[in-house]
T-cell receptor, first 114, second 111 residues
């Protein structure tokens, strides 16, 4: 079975602090995606890596987030300065090749910014 | 601007009934439409998908009907079971770009 791992499952930060969350994609998958989900609503696309290189990202990520995939088996998403609006579930997914392959999601990291 | 819209926002059906979930989109270049199922506390999981060259895709009790001209699709869940109670997301993409998700439909199946 596909298994994308995310750590930590829960993260609490004070406003202004830095946050970091990690994702271990499914073995052999070359594409990794990050999404933000608030209150079980739609998943908002954040950034897409193909073979560890960022191919697409939204402006918010460029401005306030840091995202890297230093290896094919580990990616991380960081928020430089947390704001209350960043409180959300951050979901990582991976797929064998890219956008139109099945994406397998991890359980997410739930971030609460106080 | 919401590129992928879903309706209704929530839906309650009796066990054994058919649940119909609707989805519409704006971008005519979208050609891949997966539906994801999400249970509370979990990440979404692919349920069924369709590409724009087809107008129907069936997998067990789940069927997608696709109307390219009207930019609409629907997910039919026949013989609904309490275990189908979840939030269902319609998504779309084109040319290998990342998925654009709809706002979701929360389905409750009453026994």
């Amino acid at each position: 079975d596909a298994a994308v791992t995310q750590k930590p499952r829960y993260l609490i930060k004070m406003k202004g602090q830095e946050a970091e969350m990690k994702c271990i994609p499914e073995k052999g998958h070359t594409a990794v995606f990050w999404y933000q989900q608030k209150q079980s609503k739609e998943l908002k696309f954040l950034i897409y890596f193909q073979n560890q290189q960022p191919l697409d990202q939204i402006d918010m990520v460029k401005e306030r987030f840091s995202a890297v995939c230093p290896s094919s088996s580990l990616c991380s998403l960081g928020i430089r300065t947390c704001e209350a609006e960043d409180s959300a579930l951050y979901l990582c997914s991976s797929s064998p090749q890219g956008g139109q392959d099945t994406q397998y999601f991890g359980p997410g990291t739930r971030l609460l910014v106080l | 601007q919401q590129q992928v819209r879903q309706s209704p926002q929530s839906l309650t059906v009796w066990e054994g009934e058919t649940a119909i979930l609707n989805c519409s989109y704006e971008d005519s270049t979208f050609n891949y439409f997966p539906w994801y199922q999400q249970f509370p506390g979990e990440g979404p999981a692919l349920l069924i998908s369709i590409r724009s060259v087809s107008d129907k895709k069936e997998d067990g009790r789940f069927t997608i009907f696709f109307n390219k001209r009207e930019k609409k699709l629907s997910l039919h869940i026949t013989d609904s079971q309490p275990g189908d109670s979840a939030t269902y997301f319609c998504a779309a993409s084109a040319g290998g770009r990342a998925l654009i998700f709809g706002t979701g439909t929360t389905v409750s199946v009453s026994p």
